[in-house]
């Protein structure tokens, strides 16, 4: 009886936390639905809308700013995931004098907030002449501490019997990670590019500093200018945040499972 209601209180609690979290989602979706009379209104809408979303898409470059944020992100995830797990490997396996530093020294870039190298790394940018260029949007974001830190966990908790089996095959190091150690990290690889997509896809300090140029704008900043340009137009701004927001979701849907198995298998080890 008594794990019964547990079980039953357990679910109730459940729910709610549910509850609270699809909240927020579906008012986005009713407010971006709303005619533009109604914006305002607490209550539910008289009717349903997609002149909203019509607007954002055909009177204002947002498809533009959709791709841009698409591109970034999709480029710097399947970037970084190669250049994070090849340095991840190295630091795993190889034995080279200061591995130990090099580590250490990479762990200690996450203590450093973007804040804090904004200015030196605007200079570098402006010096190599990527402002106002996807190159600019692109390679600064490629370099993460994080990722090289989880893949490098997991990596010391693969076998080395393997890759000795593949040495005594002929494999060399390029092999063995390419065709070993690479396919056994997928589960922590489909993690880690639902969390770069996501970090990428929300920019909005890094390219608001490199980028001048609409064309060159990403879809957070394509919203920012939104709400500047239509300030009383609140239906214009949540229907370009409904249409923000849905890759995101998504994304995160698709990958929810292997982020959780992931942060299990590597981050409590």
């Known amino acids: 009886m008594r794990s019964s209601r547990r079980f039953g209180v357990r679910a109730a609690v459940a729910y709610l936390l549910a509850a609270l979290t699809l909240f927020p989602i579906f008012w986005l979706v009713l407010s971006a639905l709303k005619p533009a009379a109604e914006t305002f209104d607490t209550g539910l809408p008289s009717r349903l809308t997609l002149s909203n979303i019509t607007y954002v898409l ?41 591995q130990r530093l090099i580590f250490s020294g990479v762990v200690s870039t996450m203590l450093v907030s973007l804040p804090v190298i904004l200015v030196p790394l605007f200079v570098i940018v402006k010096r190599l002449g990527m402002i106002d260029t996807y190159a600019g949007l692109i390679v600064p974001a490629i370099f993460n501490a994080y990722g ?27 092999r063995t990670y390419w065709h070993v150690v690479l396919p056994l990290s997928r589960p922590l690889l489909a993690s880690l590019s639902v969390l770069f997509f996501l970090a990428n896809w929300n920019a909005f300090l890094w390219p608001l500093t490199i980028t001048r140029d609409p064309n060159l704008r990403v879809v957070q900043l394509g919203m920012a200018g939104l709400q500047g340009e239509h300030a009383a137009a609140w239906n214009y701004v949540l229907a370009a945040a409904l249409l923000a927001a849905i890759p995101t979701v998504v994304v995160f849907l698709a990958g929810q499972r292997r982020l959780v198995d992931a942060m299990k298998t590597s981050g409590l080890k």
């Open 58 to 98: 055909t009177k204002v470059p947002f498809p533009r700013y959709l791709f841009n944020s698409a591109l970034v992100s999709i480029v710097v995830t399947v970037v970084a995931l190669l250049f994070h797990s090849m340095a991840a490997y190295a630091l795993a396996r190889l034995r080279f004098p200061g």
């Open 148 to 174: 090289i830190f989880l893949l490098r966990q997991y990596y010391l908790s693969i076998p080395r019997e393997l890759e000795e089996a593949a040495g005594l095959d002929g494999c060399g190091y390029v």
